[in-house]
Structure formats: C-alpha cells, structure tokens
C-alpha cells in the first residue's frame, strides 16, 4: 500500500512537472481580434521561410499571397491553385508544426475562368476567406462560387483608380449582395489615396472581414508614405482601434509591412508590441 501511494505521489510530481500553463488570452483576443501576418511582408523570402518569421514573431496566422516560392521540401513550386492535393498538404503540416493557420490567401486578381480554381483551393487548404480584387463584372460569379464553397471574398483597395479605392465604389457593387462578400481594408492605402482611413471604415461597418494593417510615414520626409512602426506615423491608429471597437468588429489584422524587406522583424515586433499595449488600453 506505502509502495503503491509512493507510486502515486511520483507520477503526479511529474505530470505537474510537465504540465506547461496556459497563455493568457489578451484583451485584443477576447474582443475577437487576431493578428494575422501577409507573406507579402516577407516576399523577398519563401512561403516556408515567412511561415517560420511569422512562428518567430509569435503569431499564428497567416495570408498567403499567390505566387510565392514555396521553398524547402516543395521543389520549384510556387503558392496557388496549381500545388498539387499532396503539396497541400505538405503546406498545412507545415503551418500546423509552427502553430500557424493559414487563415485566407490573396491578393487575387484572377480572370473570370479562374475564379472556381482560386475558391476551390481555399476550401481545399481550409481557409477562411480570401483577399481579392475582382472585375467589376464578376460580382455574379464570385457571389455564387463564395456560396457553393462557403468561403468569404474580402475586397482589398489597392492605391490606384482602378482598384476599390474608396468605399462608396465597393459597397455599389456588394451593398445588395450576401454578407460572405465585404472588405479587406488597408488603412494605408486609404491614406495614401487622400482618404481618413476611420471615416471610410464607418462607411464599411458590417461588410469589415479583415484589415491589411499599418502606420504610414508623412509625405515629403525621406520615406514618403512608406510603411513605419505603428503609433509612429501619421495613421489615426489608436482611433482606428477605437472605432473597430465601437463597432464591435471580430477579424484579422493582417501586418502587410512594406518597407525594409531585408530585415524587417525589429520593427514588425515594436508594431506588434504597440497593438497589444494600445488594445489593452483602450478594449
């Protein structure tokens, strides 16, 4: 009976020994917001190689942009539709050994015969949603393949007249349409294109899925507009937050940094570090 109490004491001294406690969910997490990374950030890199950036800055997700060299243990291949069932696989063990999802992928900007490929590739790989560009007379055929796939389109607005812009052209087009459409707001580019990001993020309210996240250097200093550490350049981003909050927004912040390519984590992990502090604040 001594021997076999012993025994008992013994075991549970090492299964709490073992036992790893649990992170703490932050504010932000609780609210339903997650940091999200795009591998765009690390284009001069492979999908592999950004995926361990992404696990080196302590994220877990991630936006997989089209055409990007895969890397180790996948040959020539490149990111898209055309990695085979197994090279998806592959790519999802990966993810999963780094304790990241890969949650939505894009920016497409795909010709109406693709469309059905890029949605069935999302389902496939398990995402959530997919950060596109559309033509304008494609709505009809992204809002049924969106259905058939139960996968959401997010439109991104890329600095140029050509693109979203502005929200009033977006909601023209999805205003009447399902709610799997609605927006991937970069609140750069809205800045860069003239427009005050939180205004347009009002105008957004309820078709918000996800955010390209960022803070933006003034124009005429020596970066002109270029990405910066967030709370560091002429982006509202607290009162960005703060609007987020007040319209109960649940989705991705997706770090689209687009400056020093080479070696950009320092200033990713301060924009990181600004978020938690400014979210614990303000939620």
Not at 68 to 88: C, H, N, S, V
Not at 200 to 209: D, E, K, M, N, V
Not at 259 to 270: D, R, Y
Request: net charge negative; aromatic share 10%.
């Amino acid at each position: 009976m001594k021997i076999n109490k012993l025994l008992f004491f013994l075991l549970a001294c090492c299964l709490s020994a073992c036992t790893v406690p649990s992170r703490k969910e932050t504010k932000a997490e609780k609210q339903g917001w997650r940091l999200s990374m795009q591998s765009y950030t690390f284009h001069l890199f492979t999908a592999v190689e950004a995926l361990d950036k992404t696990q080196q800055l302590g994220l877990h997700y991630i936006e997989i942009y089209p055409g990007q060299k895969m890397g180790e243990g996948f040959g020539d291949a490149i990111f898209g539709y055309d990695l085979t069932p197994e090279q998806q696989e592959q790519l999802k063990e990966v993810a999963k050994s780094k304790d990241i999802k890969i949650v939505s992928s894009g920016v497409w900007t795909s010709s109406r015969e693709e469309w059905e490929k890029v949605f069935s590739f999302a389902k496939n790989m398990e995402m959530e949603f997919i950060s596109a560009e559309p033509s304008r007379e494609d709505w009809d055929v992204v809002e049924n393949l969106a259905g058939k796939y139960g996968i959401k389109l997010a439109a991104h607005n890329h600095p140029n007249e050509n693109s979203y812009w502005k929200p009033e052209i977006l909601l023209d087009y999805i205003g009447n349409r399902g709610t799997l459409l609605g927006s991937s707001a970069d609140v750069g580019h809205f800045k860069r294109m003239g427009i005050d990001p939180v205004p347009a993020l009002q105008q957004l309210q309820g078709r918000l899925i996800a955010m390209h996240f960022k803070d933006i250097a003034p124009q005429g200093e020596g970066k002109q507009l270029e990405d910066v550490v967030w709370g560091t350049g002429i982006l509202n981003v607290k009162g960005i937050l703060e609007e987020l909050k007040q319209q109960d927004f649940k989705g991705y912040f997706t770090i689209e940094y687009e400056a020093n390519w080479e070696n950009n984590l320092p200033e990713i992990k301060q924009s990181i570090d600004y978020f938690n502090q400014t979210t614990e604040e303000i939620l």
